[in-house]
């Protein structure tokens, strides 16, 4: 049974920074891309960022490239979002995702609030 759980969200002032974490379990974590996305008030779900499985290669999304930072620690069966300079745009939940053969998963994901 896969199992994606993100947590590290909250309140942040712009320019701030903030690490989200999703620990993944019921598969085998290292041989799989993980990507982060995020979804905004009245908005679609967003890619934000990804990273390969192993062997793999990372991408960001334009509106977050320079101040992301996607990482993972297979030892962990954990995937990372540094976010830094975090702008009030960002404001989102920030959800976790593995596609596995057809089948897509999704965490619950973590609330991301930039404001003064």
């Known amino acids: 049974q896969v199992q994606l759980v993100e947590s590290g969200g909250g309140l942040v002032q712009p320019g701030g920074s903030l690490r989200l974490s999703c620990v993944a379990s019921g598969f085998t974590f290292s041989r799989y891309a993980m990507t982060w996305f995020r979804q905004a008030p009245g908005k679609g779900r967003e890619l934000v960022a990804t990273i390969g499985g192993i062997g793999g290669s990372i991408g960001y999304a334009n509106s977050v490239k320079g101040r992301f930072t996607i990482s993972r620690d297979d030892d962990k069966n954990t995937v990372y979002l540094q976010m830094t300079s975090l702008r009030p745009e960002d404001t989102a939940i920030y959800y976790c995702?593995?596609?596995?053969?057809?089948?897509?998963?999704w965490g619950r994901g973590t609330q991301v609030t930039v404001a003064s």
């Open positions: 995702n593995v596609r596995v053969n057809e089948n897509e998963y």
